[in-house]
């Protein structure tokens, strides 16, 4: 058996009206991949911000080689040999990815900015083929999808020369193919004697890539047992304390001659976005799949206005003109975007006025702001979606990332648009709340809105869809009613044109 490299006990942490980590214990052996798990606010990032000096813990210890290790901050941490990824990306977005990544740590003995940058760029080169990734150093970061952000961090923390890596989701944003490449890096890093704590809610890929796993429960530790030794039901029971089936859908739950209450002809956008042509139909679940760069966020930012595009576009065909979000909204067009941080949510508000920004207009259509009525409204949602939170008053940034989520999903219901789409819906949001997420997609279709869905997860796309669209890049390769689809025929469609 490896050596215990890290061991955490007893960690409490407590923040204003929450107590987020009651006695905590946790421990990593060298060149172990160790699955932190447990429901949306359960404590898994408040856990590991502790472990790398983030914000102080209240009590406990930690030992780290041996020795009692008491970090004052991430960089202490960082030089100690943890690092950490973290859930929601942090990135200087107006740098390049070399930039990024060495970041704090330009090479003392600088001669010139330009040599400087060129050998960090060929550093950064270095570094991505000894990863398998494919990304150019000198791109700006905020060009790259969010997947392609998240290896660019994910290769910043193996850039250093550690003994334990945390990764706080890794794989939410990233698709098939770009997991296998993470879990590749992971298998590497482990055989060199890296310890790794992975948190992630996706209990299939935690049965693939770890030996352990730890469940947390409403900030307290519920058990570690072996991997191996774990079905995903017993995991899943120990995290939320009851059975969750998931069952794709079988047929389509759209009338025959439901009405086309969308209509896209011909949309182009630039490289990722290619003749795109599509309905949907009253009452209908359309997902869309592709591998990640397929094009399906950017042909909605198209569609929504949030891009510059051409092409022909009918709403209850009625032909209409979308130069800007504001357009979408009006014609009942509602887009939950896939990254919350940038367009989905003003992070240092309260849960109550995000969720009922978006809706100012409808909630006081004469500029009469009514608190009371507000107050309900966002309850009423909070509720619904079982955001944990301890008042409405909470400001966002405190929520734990799955909860902020749902403040944006909550955003767009009370928004009463007509048509929603939804990219990514359920990252990063765990297993109870996703299958409360699908119950609720499915009561608005069947009070008659539609959805478009993109989903990297296709267990999702199957079990959520009436049809299929699936793009490769930027392109359209086919539609599969649900009755027809399986992942096999979804993949032959996502790789047709590579
Ligand atoms: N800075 C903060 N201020 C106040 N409360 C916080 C803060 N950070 C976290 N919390 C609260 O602590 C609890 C644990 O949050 P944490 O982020 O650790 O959850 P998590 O297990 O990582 O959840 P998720 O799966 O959604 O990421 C939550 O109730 C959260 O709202
Ligand atoms: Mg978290």
């Not at 699955?35 to 359960?42: K, Q, S, T």
């Not at 030089?79 to 390049?96: F, R, S």
């Not at 334990?164 to 098939?176: I, M, S």
Request: net charge negative; with cysteine; hydrophobic share 40%.
């Amino acid at each position: 058996m490896n050596d215990v490299v890290l061991s955490m006990r007893d960690i409490d942490k407590r923040f204003a009206g929450v107590h987020a980590l009651k006695q905590v214990d946790f421990e990593l052996r060298e060149g172990e991949i160790h699955a932190l798990v447990g429901e949306n606010g359960a404590g898994k990032s408040t856990l590991v911000k502790a472990l790398t000096g983030i914000f102080p813990k209240d009590s406990g210890e930690i030992h780290y080689m041996g020795k009692l290790f008491n970090p004052q901050g991430p960089k202490e941490a960082l030089d100690a040999g943890i690092a950490i990824v973290h859930q929601e990306l942090n990135m200087m977005e107006h740098l390049t990815v070399a930039q990024n990544i060495f970041i704090g740590r330009e090479s003392t003995k600088r001669t010139s900015w330009i040599l400087d940058e060129k050998s960090q760029n060929q550093r950064a080169a270095e570094l991505f083929k000894r990863l398998n990734v494919d990304i150019d150093p000198t791109e700006l970061v905020r060009n790259l999808t969010v997947g392609r952000q998240q290896m660019v961090e994910i290769a910043k923390a193996v850039s250093h020369n550690l003994k334990v890596l945390v990764l706080d989701e890794p794989t939410a944003a990233l698709t098939d193919r770009e997991i296998e490449d993470l879990f590749a890096i992971m298998r590497d890093l482990a055989s060199k004697g890296v310890g790794m704590v992975y948190i992630s809610h996706r209990l299939d890929e935690i049965g693939v890539i770890t030996d352990r796993v730890t469940v947390l429960r409403d900030g307290e530790y519920v058990g570690t047992r072996a991997t191996k030794d774990l079905s995903k039901e017993e995991m899943i029971n120990m995290m939320v304390g009851r059975v969750i089936y998931e069952k794709p859908k079988e047929k389509s739950s759209v009338p025959k001659d439901a009405s086309v209450v969308l209509k896209v002809e011909n949309l182009n956008a630039g490289r990722l976005v290619q003749d795109v042509s599509f309905e949907l139909r009253r009452g209908e679940i359309l997902g869309f799949a592709g591998l990640m760069g397929a094009g399906r966020t950017e042909t909605m930012r198209a569609l929504y206005g949030a891009d510059k595009s051409s092409g022909d576009i009918w709403v209850n065909g009625q032909k209409v003109t979308i130069n800007n979000p504001i357009d979408a909204v009006k014609r009942g067009i509602g887009y939950l975007s896939e990254d919350r941080k940038r367009f989905g949510l003003a992070v240092n508000l309260s849960v109550e006025e995000n969720v009922v920004m978006a809706s100012l207009e409808e909630l006081s259509p004469h500029a009469f702001i009514n608190r009371k009525e507000f107050d309900k409204v966002a309850e009423t949602y909070v509720d619904k979606l079982t955001i944990r939170t301890p008042s409405i008053d909470q400001i966002v940034n405190n929520l734990s990332g799955g909860n902020q989520q749902k403040v944006v999903i909550a955003k767009w219901l009370i928004k009463n648009s007509s048509i929603l789409i939804f990219d990514e819906p359920t990252r990063g949001i765990d297993v109870g709340a996703k299958s409360e997420i699908y119950h609720l997609m499915n009561e608005l279709v069947a009070e008659g809105k539609s959805i478009i869905m993109i989903s990297s997860e296709l267990n999702e796309v199957l079990r959520m869809s009436d049809r299929v669209a699936v793009m490769c890049e930027g392109k359209l390769t086919g539609f599969l009613d649900i009755e027809e689809a399986t992942q096999e025929k979804v993949m032959h469609l996502a790789t047709l044109r590579m």
